[in-house]
């Protein structure tokens, strides 16, 4: 399974834009790219996915680059509630299985 | 999104005990599931894949015959902890999806947290 690569944790101001990213240099060209989050002793909540073009919607917004090596999830106003790890994760549309890796946590100050 | 709920949410047990944690789909058809066990500051870790009416299939590691998995129906599948030990202590969590359908996207219950004594 293609592997990604987060930072461990990031810091934001609450209201303010958050830019989390993501690189996938070995995705293959099936692989779609998937942005879960997790609460504090929550299950994983689904944000967004996409395979080559931005998408956007009432969460969350991903931009993929061109060769599709990275990805960033972007928040466009954060608040306290969207304190959380979040994951980025690499599905081939053939195995619906989800490989987790250790995901960013997301802090957000007031 | 779809929603799906896990019962108990929490559970204290002996030593030695079965616990079953039942994972339900609330309103879609969850032709897969899967069960996760993630222990604490850590990732969750895939136990087991099941579809319904067959055999889960189990990840490297797991013990088939310790978390024993039913898939039943389509909007159920439990998964019990067989002679529950400490070590087992940890956060289960369940997630479904629909083939075919807008649901293509694991979507997971809340977590059931097992303490074992």
């Known amino acids: 399974d293609a592997k990604t690569t987060q930072p461990n944790s990031m810091e934001s101001n609450e209201e303010e834009p958050v830019h989390l990213p993501c690189n996938h240099s070995?995705?293959?060209?099936?692989?779609?790219i998937h942005w879960y989050r997790q609460l504090p002793s929550q299950g994983p909540e689904y944000v967004i996915h996409g395979l080559t073009s931005n998408v956007n919607n009432r969460m969350a917004s991903l931009a993929i680059a061109e060769d599709r090596k990275s990805s960033t999830l972007i928040l466009h106003r954060a608040t306290l509630r969207d304190a959380a790890v979040y994951y980025c994760?690499?599905?081939?549309?053939?195995?619906?299985?989800?490989?987790w890796g250790a995901g960013t946590k997301l802090i957000i100050k007031p | 999104g779809a929603v799906v709920s896990q019962h108990p949410s929490w559970v204290i047990c002996k030593s030695g005990t079965s616990v079953k944690i039942e994972c339900r789909s609330l309103d879609f058809q969850a032709t897969t599931m899967f069960w996760y066990r993630q222990f604490p500051k850590q990732s969750l870790m895939l136990m087991a894949t099941s579809n319904e009416g067959s055999k889960a299939t189990y990840e490297q590691g797991v013990e088939k015959d310790k978390f024993l998995i039913n898939h039943a129906s389509l909007t159920l599948s439990t998964l019990t902890v067989t002679s529950a030990h400490p070590e087992d202590s940890s956060f289960y969590i369940c997630?479904?999806?629909?083939?075919?359908?807008?649901?293509?996207?694991?979507?997971f219950g809340p977590g059931t947290r097992l303490l074992v004594l």
């Open positions: 070995t995705i293959s060209g099936t692989d779609y």
């Open positions: 997630s479904g999806i629909s083939h075919g359908g807008i649901q293509e996207t694991q979507y």
């Open positions: 994760i690499l599905r081939d549309e053939s195995n619906y299985q989800l490989i």
